[in-house]
């Protein structure tokens, strides 16, 4: 069964100090791998996507990688702004379509 | 402004009363999805639409009936509401299944008592 694991659950971190989140999976076949920012009471908000190992994509403080098994969410100098819900989601195929299944998300607080 | 919206954004039902979350894109995907949000749980699939026209399964269907009203529009039914689909309820939609790309509405909250 394919299977998104998150951690941590929660990161605490003060404002400046950088971190990573973990994003690691078990499919067949990776058809790419997706990250989500989900601030409280809203619904997700795209981030990025990645297709391959050795791929990196970056938005402001944000910078996400790939390998074979994992993925990486890392985030330089953070900012009280960026304590949010940061959900991952991996392809896997179901009804003859390949629907994403989201991991239980790492929630991060950034204290100023 | 463009996007995915839901309606209601919060409910609540008495159990085994049924009601409808409606949504609606104007951004002409052409797919369109039910998720459901419980602590701990992550997000979780119920039906979703392809194409206008389909409706297929997803990972927790049982309780649930969908109809793609148009191209637009994709509505969640409820026949006789539970206490366990006390959730928090996600429209979204993308250009096509492939595209994980998806636009989230802000969510309804359904609370069955």
């Known amino acids: 069964e394919d299977q998104v694991t998150q951690s941590p659950e929660a990161l605490r971190l003060q404002e400046g100090e950088s971190s990573s989140l973990n994003c690691s999976y078990t499919v067949s076949g990776l058809r790419g791998l997706f990250w989500y920012r989900q601030d409280p009471g809203k619904g997700p908000e795209f981030l990025f996507t990645l297709y391959s190992a050795g791929e990196e994509k970056e938005k402001e403080r944000l910078k996400a990688t790939l390998t074979k098994k994992e993925s990486f969410l890392h985030i330089t100098a953070p900012k009280p702004e960026d304590s949010a819900t940061y959900l991952c989601?991996?392809?896997?195929?179901?009804?003859?379509?390949?629907?994403?299944?989201f991991g239980r998300g790492t929630s991060l607080i950034v204290h100023p | 402004n463009a996007g995915v919206t839901q309606t209601p954004k919060f409910q609540v039902l008495k159990t085994g009363q049924s009601m409808t979350l409606q949504c609606a894109q104007d951004m002409n995907h052409n797919s369109m999805y039910w998720y459901r949000q419980d602590p701990g749980m992550g997000l979780r699939l119920i039906y979703y639409?392809?194409?206008?026209?389909?409706?297929d399964k997803g990972e927790v269907p049982n309780g649930y009936n969908v109809s793609r009203l148009n191209k637009r529009e994709f509505s969640l039914r409820l026949e006789s509401a539970a206490p366990s689909q006390t959730s928090v309820y996600f429209c979204a939609s993308s250009f096509d299944p492939g595209n994980y790309g998806y636009t989230f509405g802000s969510g309804t909250r359904l609370t069955v008592v």
């Open positions: 989601a991996v392809p896997s195929e179901g009804g003859g379509s390949y629907i994403p299944t």
């Open positions: 639409s392809a194409s206008e026209g389909t409706t």
